[in-house]
Structure formats: C-alpha cells, structure tokens
Nanobody
C-alpha cells in the first residue's frame, strides 16, 4: 500500500511563497507519476501540476504556469510544489497523488493513491 503525506501548507499574504512537500511511502517511488491537485470550498477538485517518473516532463494548469514549480527527489521519496506570487484565488486544500506509470496525468481519475491534503490560505 502506498501512503502519501502532504506538509507545508499555511497562511500567507498575497504575493508570498510556500513550498509544499509530499512524502511517499513506496519502495519504488521512481515508478510513479505524481501530481498536485487542489479543491476550494464548493468547487470540484482541479489539476495543478504533474510530473513524470524521472522529473524530466512536467505539465501545469494555465492558472499556475510561471508561478508554481513541481519537482521530485526520487532518492528521498518526496514530491514538491514551489508556489510563488500567490494569489487569494490559490486558496484551497492541496492534494498530492500517485499513479504507477511512466507518463504524466491530468485527471483525478487517473491516479491510484491520494494524500489527506494540506490547507493553503492566501490573504489579500
């Protein structure tokens, strides 16, 4: 069983930065494609960013492109999301997700495992 634990959320002012981490308990973390999603109150879960097993290929939602960076450390079984120039509309619970596979994936239904989420609140 693969377990994912997010950390790094919090309260930040608009224009600030946060770095989210996702620790993954998998013997073969490098075999998993990873993604970040977010869900604001009353809204559906939406795609934020995805990364393939090696970290070479990444993909971002238009709303975060140029501000957020997804990365991974396969030696430490950890996924990251660096979030800069944060806006109030970035406020949401952020989830990391894992899928056994070599590509990158944009839909929540593609993923097999999910973390419990970490709250990010951006004040104006």
């Amino acid at each position: 069983q693969v377990q994912l634990v997010e950390s790094g959320g919090g309260l930040v002012q608009a224009g600030g930065s946060l770095r989210l981490s996702c620790a993954v308990s998998a013997r073969t973390f490098s075999h998993y494609a990873m993604g970040w999603f977010r869900q604001a109150p009353g809204k559906e879960r939406e795609f934020v960013a995805a990364i393939n097993w090696s970290g070479i290929s990444t993909y971002y939602a238009d709303s975060v492109k140029g501000r957020f960076t997804i990365s991974r450390d396969n030696g430490k079984n950890t996924l990251f999301l660096q979030m800069n120039s944060l806006k109030p509309e970035d406020t949401a619970v952020y989830y990391c997700a894992a899928k056994l596979g070599s590509g990158y994936y944009l839909q929540p239904l593609n993923y097999d495992y999910w973390g419990q989420g970490t709250q990010v609140t951006v004040s104006s």
